[in-house]
């Protein structure tokens, strides 16, 4: 381990699958969170649905032209309240894929129950995805500080065809709602869900400033669009946050790696209107890692 460590310039947060969640927290009490300054053991992760491409996300209402399928629900309910209740109460971050409104709401109203059976406490529990929310649902992730851990550039694929799957009404009231959800007080966390999707971050910036799909001349629901700042925030600072690793990275600050790029603008403005598309470097614990 020693040799790789030294080779290292990613910094990885590990989640492993729920099922395992007691070597995992046996892992964590004999080594601590971190294996070294580069590895770190985030905690545990379950599926509850599939995916909209699939028609396999979990909704409250059909698909369209498919009355009897309302998608997947991928776990039982009650084992995964179990394992969720014993991983959270070892210790353990848990963190729950959902995409379709239904899965949504049934991992709101388990952190209910969490909350409930083990107590208040910084437990930053993440719902990945958080793609398609039921009216009202956004307002929920405040309650108890939920991440919702979100992929801006998914919605480049999906504007295409959402209404062809749940419905145009549908879609436009309840894909990837950023606004929304930061409006509800939601930790809002940007990721790239790569290698599914582009693993550039500058994109997913864009992606969710903008909210324009190739070939769209109007931006897909821009009630929902987000500031340069907010963007920036989420896929740095709350990026971090939903790792508990805001004490290391995030952000440059006294006590925390000097992890940071250089890109080209040549002010703020400018950078807000016209988002710059490379990095002129890359600097890792202060050291030029790129070019």
């Not at 963190?95 to 406490?121: T, W, Y």
């Not at 409006?183 to 790239?192: E, H, I, W, Y």
Request: charged share 20%.
């Amino acid at each position: 381990m020693g040799s790789l460590y030294g080779k290292m310039i990613l910094r990885v947060c590990l989640f492993f699958p729920m099922p395992t969640w007691s070597r995992v927290s046996d892992l964590i009490s004999e080594h601590g969170r971190s294996l070294s300054q580069w590895i770190h053991l985030g905690g545990v992760k379950a599926f509850l649905d599939g995916s909209l491409g699939s028609s396999s996300a979990l909704f409250h209402e059909p698909y369209e032209g498919d009355p009897d399928n309302y998608g997947l629900q991928m776990t039982d309910l009650d084992s995964l309240l179990n394992r969720t209740l014993e991983s959270d109460k070892s210790g353990l971050q848990v963190a729950i894929h959902a995409i379709g409104d239904k899965a949504n709401d049934i991992l709101l109203d388990m952190v209910d129950k969490i909350v409930d059976l083990n107590g208040a406490k910084d437990r930053r529990f993440r719902i990945e995805h958080a793609q398609h929310l039921a009216p009202g649902a956004a307002n929920r992730f405040g309650k108890h500080g939920t991440i919702a851990s979100v992929q801006p550039d998914h919605l480049l694929d999906d504007a295409d065809h959402a209404w062809s799957k749940i419905g145009v009404e549908r879609s436009e009231r309840s894909s990837y709602t950023f606004r929304s959800l930061l409006d509800g007080g939601a930790q809002l966390a940007f990721g790239s869900d790569w290698p599914i999707s582009d693993i550039n971050p500058l994109q997913a910036i864009r992606s969710a400033v903008f909210r324009k799909p190739p070939g769209w001349e109007v931006p897909w629901i821009p009630a929902e669009r987000l500031t340069l700042d907010e963007s920036l925030k989420a896929h740095t600072m709350s990026a971090a946050y939903a790792c508990f690793l805001d004490h290391a990275v995030g952000s440059l600050s006294e006590g925390k790696y000097a992890d940071f790029v250089v890109v080209p603008s040549t002010s703020w403005d400018e950078f807000s209107s016209d988002l710059p598309g490379h990095v002129l470097a890359t600097y890792v614990s202060g050291r030029q890692a790129y070019p």
